[in-house]
């Protein structure tokens, strides 16, 4: 019997909102996609029935279940080591979620999975502004701050596969509380929560007008929007949140002399009112010797089709899982 070589695989991005799933080949393009809401599902085992239901459906309207070769998975706080979510910050699930085991025994198929920052790290590196370097930082800014470092054009995972844990750097002494329990983490002032933390405080320092007064709820895209209206507090809160991740960018890059740094995620998108202070503070803290040398640059490749790519990575360097081996 002449065995056929399976050149199609899964990638899953586990989001905080959503989870996207597609079928990719081996060329990288997205044959088939489709997502849903992930807070829907306050139960991990619930959640993973419902996912691996979703991916067979997708599957077999295109060209057949057996014709994928396995899943690679992006969740957050996931060891690519165990295969486990444990104590997700910013995820409803607690405890420790065998991940790729659950999904691996529904779905009959090898599973890889990775943490969401190294997995948006191999996305850009397969696909994006990472390709061709070798030494470069990932940071992603969204509601959680992740990041991911390659050297050498290897990605470090660490011991346990947690490498990485930029947005829980602390950068200051006894600051604010942050979701992973500790105080003065990155996190707590870069991240979404933490922007629109600085607003408010920013609002009650003062008796000074700011558009962001009138605002119910207050996002990083709405205080962006004021911004870009002029309002000097807003501006002001992107400043304060530029320093903080500059002075935080400069201690990441002296550790590991990077060629570039890459931004992903929606806060990377508020351009000059976040990138100048950003700027300006990593040059003021970085070891001198590399001063001036190391590149910011702004992801140009959409989040969710990187993160899902990067999956499919993933799924292509687990070995193909059979039951009789
Ligand atoms: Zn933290």
Request: proline fraction near 2%.
């Amino acid at each position: 019997m002449e065995e056929e070589v399976k050149s199609k695989v899964i990638g899953v991005d586990i989001s905080i909102e959503r989870t996207t799933f597609a079928i990719v080949d081996i060329r990288g393009h997205i044959l088939a996609e489709d997502s849903f809401v992930t807070s829907d599902y306050l139960d991990a085992n619930e959640y993973v029935t419902a996912l691996s239901e979703k991916l067979y459906m997708l599957m077999e309207a295109n060209g057949g279940y057996e014709k994928i070769r396995s899943i690679g998975i992006s969740a957050p706080s996931v060891s690519s080591v165990t295969g486990s979510i444990t104590n997700a910050a910013n995820l409803q699930w607690k405890g420790e979620i065998p991940l790729a085991a659950l999904v691996r025994d529904r779905m009959g198929m090898a599973v890889a999975v990775g943490n969401d920052a190294h997995v948006s790290a191999l996305g850009e590196y397969a696909y994006g502004s990472a390709h061709g370097l070798k030494d470069f930082m990932i940071v992603s800014l969204g509601v959680g701050v992740g990041s991911c470092f390659f050297t050498q054009g290897r990605e470090h995972t660490g011991t346990d596969g947690f490498a990485g844990e930029f947005g829980h750097c602390c950068v200051v002494d006894d600051g604010r509380e942050c979701g992973c329990g500790n105080k003065g983490c990155i996190e707590s002032y870069v991240g979404a929560n933490g922007i629109v933390r600085t607003a408010k405080d920013l609002m009650l320092e003062s008796d000074e007008p700011s558009l962001m007064r009138d605002i119910e709820k207050l996002t990083p895209k709405v205080i962006f929007e004021c911004c870009e209206k002029g309002d000097a507090m807003a501006i002001e809160t992107y400043r304060r949140t530029g320093k903080v991740l500059g002075l935080g960018l400069a201690n990441y890059a002296s550790l590991i002399n990077p060629q570039a740094i890459i931004l992903t995620g929606g806060i990377s998108h508020a351009g000059k009112f976040l990138m100048e202070p950003c700027r300006e503070a990593f040059e003021k803290h970085v070891f001198p010797n590399m001063r001036g040398k190391v590149k910011i640059v702004i992801s140009r490749m959409d989040n969710r089709e990187r993160d899902v790519l990067g999956a499919a990575t993933l799924a292509w360097e687990v070995p193909e899982y059979s039951l009789f081996k």
